[in-house]
């Protein structure tokens, strides 16, 4: 065989450049399960929640007042149309998104970052109580923690 006819026979079985990096990119697609709650748009300034309307059935009354009374608000389908799924039946928060007992809920980040403040402001305060009320048990002779450790030196009279 000639060098020509080499050249020909090979183009002919080889695939083309670009068909080959294709299927090398070509990544395996692998089935997830699906989200029970979808993930609403990000709206510039809010986050989102899910807040607990009932429980077994029961309407949970005083979950979702004082989630209301914290700042949360009810999101409106009407202004989230990616979350357009079939809502709960016979559900009291008609035109809200309401998946199995669960509402979604937005608040101001202004206003969840003042909340977050002063729940660190009362968990830092009953550190410190706990904290005070160990210590004040502590005998110098039997401290309860190692903290500082202080040693005395003596010299003896020489006898």
């Not at 068909?19 to 399960?33: N, Q």
């Not at 309407?59 to 009810?74: I, T």
């Amino acid at each position: 065989m000639s060098n020509d006819e080499n050249a020909t026979e090979g183009k002919d079985t080889r695939m083309s450049r670009e068909l080959g990096d294709r299927e090398a990119e070509k990544r395996p697609v692998t089935w997830t399960p699906p989200t029970i709650l979808p993930d609403p748009d990000p709206q510039e300034g809010y986050s989102f929640r899910w807040i607990r309307t009932a429980m077994r059935g029961e309407a949970d009354n005083a979950n979702v007042s004082a989630k209301m009374r914290e700042g949360w608000e009810p999101v409106r389908l009407e202004d989230h149309p990616e979350l357009k799924i079939l809502p709960d039946i016979d559900t009291r928060f008609e035109g809200n998104v309401v998946i199995g007992g669960l509402m979604l809920c937005k608040m101001p980040n202004e206003i969840l970052e003042q909340k977050r403040a002063y729940q660190q402001h009362l968990s830092n305060t009953q550190i410190e109580a706990v904290e005070n009320s160990y210590l004040r048990e502590q005998d110098a002779r039997m401290p309860l923690l190692p903290s500082e450790r202080s040693t005395r030196v003596t010299f003896g009279d020489g006898s």
